[in-house]
């Protein structure tokens, strides 16, 4: 019985989402001309501001990273103080982890943005059907993304080292191509299994995301001409991940059976 009210579910949920994307592609085809200019406009303003938007971003990401790192060194030295022995210091060791990792988290989404909005800086720039914006926009822009990127891998090493005071044992260096590997071969069980929850959790969000916009993009693709690379870089994405996992599973499994 339980099976039957699965499939009815599925093929309801099915049937609602044709239903969905039907209306969805007739509203996108009737409002095409209004459609299209507004993606225009919105191409125009993020291509002739992405140096703004990411100087704003940096200003956001870095203001938090900092505060995060400064509260993980208070919480750190208050714990040292405490000593080996004293109430509250592996609470205040979690704390200064925890604040750590947030810094760490913040400089990460900076260096995704940052290598976002530069490329939507650049994209079109020698298009007769861009407006440019200028040599100097352009070198603003590479100089403010240059920047950022050295400056968040100097934070990211900032933070491990500080990390590394609170637990002595962690391996890697941020320079290093073999960081992560090290620094997940020094961690224990449990936190092998918290980045591995962490890690499926990231794959399952990862998964949806890329297909709502796959959705988008069909939606989109019916009434412009968006050409065939969105399409190809989300597929690229997406075949990534699903062999990469697989590929995983098996070597585990190898492990396993040698």
């Known amino acids: 019985m339980k099976k039957h009210k699965i499939g009815i579910k599925f093929a309801l949920t099915l049937l609602v989402s044709l239903a969905v994307g039907g209306v969805l592609g007739y509203g996108v085809a009737m409002g095409r001309d209004a459609l299209a200019q507004g993606l225009d406009t919105a191409q125009r303003f993020l291509r002739q501001n992405a140096v703004w938007a990411l100087l704003l971003c940096a200003l956001a990401a870095l203001s938090t990273a900092w505060a995060q790192y400064a509260a993980g060194r208070r919480h750190a030295a208050a714990a040292l103080a405490a000593g080996d022995g004293g109430e509250g210091n592996e609470e205040a060791f979690e704390r200064a982890d925890h604040c750590y990792a947030a810094a760490m988290g ?122 065939v690379t969105p399409f190809l870089v989300l597929g690229t994405l997406w075949m990534v991940q699903t062999a990469s996992y697989h590929r995983a599973v098996q070597q585990t499994d190898s492990k396993k059976t040698d």
């Open 106 to 227: 913040a400089v990460g989404v900076l260096n995704v943005a940052a290598f976002t909005l530069f490329g939507v800086g650049i994209s079109g720039f020698f298009s007769a059907r861009v407006p440019a914006q200028g040599f100097g926009g352009l070198l603003a822009l590479t100089g403010v993304f240059l920047a950022l990127v050295f400056f968040c891998i100097y934070l990211q090493s900032l933070f491990v080292r500080a990390t590394k005071e609170l637990y002595p044992e962690k391996q890697g260096s941020v320079l290093d191509g073999k960081f992560q590997k090290q620094w997940y071969d020094s961690c224990d069980e449990a936190e092998r299994r918290q980045v591995g929850e962490a890690s499926y959790r990231s794959m399952q969000a990862m998964g949806r995301a890329i297909l709502a916009l796959f959705v988008v993009l069909t939606l989109l693709g019916l009434v412009l001409d968006l050409g």
